[in-house]
């Protein structure tokens, strides 16, 4: 099993910047992706950026030069990085992983943008 916490969610001004994290516990396997989604009020779930293992990254068009996604294997650690906030990004943002042909999910953090 793996369990997968974020923080760093919170209400922010737009334009503003903020760092979310993700730590992951468990049966942590060396080769996994790991990334972020978000969801917002009455939209389906987004997948945002996502980072293999050996540091590949690929973002979604609507956060893509605003945001930038990292890890830290050492500490089972995901960040996202986020500048240039709109109020659009408003959502849940939730940690992801999968490996092994499963994916997991964590709880969710909310973000909140105001203008």
């Known amino acids: 099993q793996v369990q997968l916490v974020e923080s760093g969610g919170g209400l922010v001004q737009a334009g503003e910047a903020l760092t979310l994290s993700c730590v992951a516990s468990?049966?942590?396997?060396?080769?996994?992706?790991m990334g972020w989604y978000r969801q917002a009020p009455g939209k389906q779930r987004e997948l945002i950026a996502v980072?293999?293992?050996?540091?590949?990254?690929n973002y979604a068009d609507s956060v893509k030069g605003r945001a930038t996604i990292s890890r830290d294997n050492t500490k089972r650690m995901v960040y996202l990085q986020m500048g240039s906030l709109k109020p659009e990004d408003t959502a849940v943002y939730y940690c992801?992983?999968?490996?092994?042909?499963?994916?997991?999910w964590g709880q969710g953090t909310q973000v909140t943008v105001s203008s």
């Open positions: 992801t992983m999968g490996q092994l042909g499963r994916n997991y």
């Open positions: 468990g049966s942590i396997f060396s080769i996994n992706t």
């Open positions: 980072i293999t293992s050996g540091g590949n990254t």
